[in-house]
């Protein structure tokens, strides 16, 4: 025997929990679909182009699986990354995540000029003699001075 079809309304059924009585979109109070506003623009990178000239307005993500990537590179034109851009073409921030290297990299643009030098993320993974603190932070030697980074900008 086939089941037979009926509704109820969602304020008889319990354990819904409070997803199942929200609108579907993109206003105020409503649940957002699958791609609504997804984790920004999807990009590409252009290798022929810096990445400084590819800036694009808002946040998105951009992959290049394959070298050779664009002269102002992190890691150089032989490298691949991941770019992250935040921000306008007059002023941004980019970050890089290396696509087989276990390195990050930001960089920050001016309102009035290009793009700073690239800065690459210490880590106990690309820093020799780097090791974890308790505070959640690095310490490493560098020339006889102890370096501390925390998340919260304290010295362990």
């Known amino acids: 025997k ?14 819904l929990g409070t997803a199942a009585a929200r609108n579907v979109g993109t206003g105020a109070g409503n ?3 699958v ?3 997804g984790l920004g623009a999807s990009l590409s990178i252009n290798p022929a182009i810096t990445l400084q000239a590819q800036q694009p ?4 993500v951009a992959t290049r699986g394959s070298a050779p990537m664009p ?4 890691w150089g034109t032989s490298s691949i990354a991941k770019i992250v851009y935040i921000g ?3 002023w941004g921030t980019q970050v890089a995540f290396g696509y087989y290297a276990n390195e990050v ?5 001016p309102s009035d000029g290009d793009y700073y030098s690239w800065n690459n993320f210490i880590h106990t993974g690309n820093f020799p003699n780097a ?4 505070a959640g932070g690095v310490k490493t030697r560098l020339a006889g001075t102890v370096l501390y980074m925390t998340s919260n900008g304290t010295n362990p």
């Open 2 to 15: 086939a089941p037979s079809s009926h509704t109820h309304a969602s304020s008889e059924i319990t354990g």
């Open 31 to 33: 649940v957002m679909e």
């Open 35 to 37: 791609g609504a506003f």
């Open 57 to 60: 307005s808002g946040f998105g």
């Open 71 to 74: 002269s102002d590179a992190p």
């Open 88 to 90: 306008e073409p007059s």
């Open 105 to 109: 990299a930001f960089r920050n643009k």
């Open 131 to 134: 090791s974890p603190t308790a």
